[in-house]
């Protein structure tokens, strides 16, 4: 099985149910083709950097998943291209799965996989 993080710009006119209804539309997409969601990051309207499908604000969420097969993580980005209230979608494959902390006095370096600081004296190339 391979690990995927889904992010999706949804409309920021659309309520809090129907965000909900959005989200809840493609975590049963994913655990209809045996997929696990691990997580769903709500992030909250959000300022676009520029206008999409002329929108200036969207929620952003990222879904944490994990697929058996490329064509249904492929299914799973069709489907949010279809969606009308998706303004955008990307799906990024994983090599293991990193989920947000919710504490962030418990986040490492280790856990973003970032190696450890290495102290680099004057002239040496980094």
């Known amino acids: 099985m391979a690990f995927y993080e889904c992010v999706l710009l949804i409309k920021s006119q659309l309520t809090e149910e129907e965000v909900s209804s959005v989200l809840e539309r493609f975590q049963g997409l994913v655990t209809s083709k045996e997929g696990v969601v691990h997580h769903i990051q709500k992030m909250g309207k959000r300022r676009l950097s520029y206008e999409l499908k002329k929108e200036r604000r969207a929620d952003y969420a990222i879904f944490y998943v994990e ?3 490329t064509t249904d993580i492929a299914e ?5 291209r279809l969606d009308e209230r998706v303004i955008k979608s990307m799906v990024v494959r994983r090599e293991k799965l990193l ?5 962030p006095s418990t986040s490492s370096s280790e ?7 290495k ?6 190339a980094v």
């Open 67 to 69: 697929m058996k097969s």
């Open 76 to 80: 799973f980005d069709r489907q949010a």
């Open 99 to 103: 989920l947000p902390s919710t504490d």
């Open 111 to 117: 856990e973003r996989g970032e190696s450890s600081t």
């Open 119 to 124: 102290t680099v004296s004057e002239g040496e």
